[in-house]
């Protein structure tokens, strides 16, 4: 049965899916901020902030998590040295998603994902 497992189908297939989701943070925790369609930014916050919560217990078990799902080794140390103690105090909500209009090609409706400051 099926129950419960639903996700946005952004690519056809789920290989493709975890693909453009790791390329997708790895821009955003190097970047602070990308531009990127509705549903994917919104699949990306929920991932993200996920791994933020994950960072800021900051033992060995969640290095090793956040290495997991993002697989660079700098990237993970920038999550741990400057992104999570940047939210140390708060309890949720790092990441901010703001529309931006349609895409000019297609009309797909674009926002701007970054994190707070």
């Known amino acids: 049965m099926r129950h419960r497992k639903g996700r946005k189908k ?3 297939t ?3 899916h975890k693909g453009l989701m790791l390329n997708l943070l790895k821009a955003l925790f190097k970047r602070q901020e990308i531009k990127t369609t509705q549903a994917r930014g919104k699949e990306l916050k929920k991932l993200a902030e ?3 919560t994950v960072a800021k217990k900051n033992d060995i078990h969640s290095r090793r998590q956040v ?3 993002v697989r ?3 990237i993970t140390q920038d999550v741990f040295n400057s992104i ?3 939210f140390s105090e708060r309890k949720g909500g790092y990441i901010q998603a703001i529309k ?3 895409r000019r ?3 797909a409706q674009m926002v701007l994902v970054k994190l707070l400051k």
């Open 10 to 12: 952004l690519v056809p």
């Open 14 to 16: 789920t290989r493709e």
């Open 50 to 52: 996920h791994l933020i």
């Open 67 to 69: 290495f997991r799902a």
């Open 72 to 74: 660079d080794k700098e």
């Open 84 to 86: 999570a103690p940047r």
């Open 100 to 102: 931006v209009g349609p």
């Open 105 to 107: 090609g297609d009309g």
